[in-house]
């Protein structure tokens, strides 16, 4: 008797990477989203200043190189958690903000999730007004990494 398999987990996303750029799976599907998120920033790089903060490449050298961290987190905002564009580019522009005011890549891509991941909680369940301070809450957290102090008037 032949059992049904169960499908768990999520679905597979073609990744267009040989073996050669990626050794694993998960490298492979990180390293599409943060392409999704070097497309976004140029894109859009009329609307984000200083996109060179984020992401610089040159093509008489064939170098590129960028903060791989915060290009990843926003291809998933706008791949896998259907973000608006223009919702991608804000916090696009608040991680550069956060990045002049000297924080690391690393601080930045962590807010950046929780913004992420508290967003996705907060759209499952609207009615819940905790889950919906939070998600304001950490996108609070990000735009203050940006705040120099400076207010600019």
Aim: proline content about 2%.
């Amino acid at each position: 008797m032949e059992q049904d398999k169960r499908g768990r987990g999520r679905p597979k996303i073609d990744t267009h990477i040989t073996e050669a750029y990626a050794s694993s799976r998960r490298q492979a599907v990180n390293a599409v989203y943060m392409y999704e998120g070097v497309e976004l920033i140029s894109v859009a790089a009329t609307e984000i200043p200083d996109t060179c903060l984020l992401w610089r490449s040159d093509a008489s050298t064939r170098t590129a190189g960028g903060k791989q961290g915060i290009l990843e987190q926003l291809g998933r905002m706008l791949i896998q958690d259907k973000f608006s564009q223009d919702d991608c580019i804000t916090i696009a522009n608040f991680a550069i903000q956060a990045l002049k005011a000297g924080h690391t890549s690393r601080e930045i891509e962590k807010a950046i999730r929780k913004v992420r991941l508290t967003n996705k909680k907060a759209s499952a369940d609207p009615e819940n007004e905790a889950l919906n301070h939070a998600a304001v809450n950490a996108l609070d957290e990000l735009r203050s990494m940006g705040d120099t102090g400076n207010t600019g008037l």
